[in-house]
């Protein structure tokens, strides 16, 4: 069945500390990958996104993720957090064709001043 | 350019009666989805539409269903509301090919009693 697990419920981290939140996922074949960011109240943004090519992938506000398929992972990461990177985050896979994402459950990271 | 809108924000309804949600596209975006986000199962497809045509549908019961106009704003129907039906929906637009980044809105918080 496929799936997406992002293995922290909670993640706390001290602003300035670098950041890794790990997703892994099962898929028949390589699907397309996406990280989230959800803040209180708000609806979802999107922080990067992989297709295809070159497995390291900038996103925006200083993110990045690593496609890794011997290990059907796909981990964000920041080298160092600010107060407000506070939020919930979701990593995602989708069929190629479609918009029918899968998500994980979610990483709730609390920053620490 | 204006955000994807979702009216109402909150919604209270009870068990038996049905609900409308509506959402508008960012403009000149053809593809609309929607997810349901509960804490127990997280955020799940519901169904996406394109130039008015579903065209793709997550494993949700019948009493889900929703529909889109020719100026691409699209509506949500829940009939029949059960007490498991309180979520966060959240609609997402895009330009419609499966690499266009979906943008979300802020989601309607529906409560039933």
């Known amino acids: 069945a496929q799936s997406v697990t992002q293995p922290d419920i909670h993640i706390t981290v001290s602003e300035g500390a670098s950041l890794e939140l790990r997703c892994n996922y099962s898929?028949?074949?390589?699907?397309?990958l996406f990280w989230y960011v959800q803040s209180p109240g708000q609806g979802l943004q999107l922080l990067l996104k992989y297709f295809s090519g070159d497995t390291l992938v900038q996103g925006i506000k200083g993110f990045e993720a690593e496609f890794k398929r011997s290990q059907s992972s796909f981990n964000l990461r920041k080298p160092s957090v600010h107060w407000s990177d506070a939020a919930e985050y979701f990593c995602a896979v989708g069929p190629p064709g479609t918009y029918k994402y899968i998500f994980g459950t979610g990483t709730r990271l609390k920053v620490l001043a | 350019k204006a955000g994807v809108t979702q009216t109402p924000r909150y919604l209270i309804k009870t068990r038996g009666q049905q609900v409308t949600l509506s959402c508008s596209p960012i403009?000149?975006?053809?593809?609309v989805s929607w997810y349901q986000q509960t804490p127990g199962q997280g955020l799940q497809f519901l169904f996406e539409y394109f130039s008015e045509t579903q065209r793709n549908k997550g494993n949700f019961p019948g009493r889900f269903s929703g529909r889109q106009f020719s100026n691409s704003r699209s509506e949500m129907n829940v009939s029949t509301l059960e007490l498991g039906d309180s979520a966060l929906y959240l609609c997402?637009?895009?330009?419609?090919?499966?690499?266009?980044?979906?943008?979300f809105g802020p989601g309607t918080r529906l409560t039933v009693l």
């Open positions: 403009s000149g975006h053809r593809s």
């Open positions: 997402a637009s895009s330009l419609g090919q499966d690499t266009d980044t979906q943008y």
């Open positions: 898929y028949g074949a390589t699907p397309y």
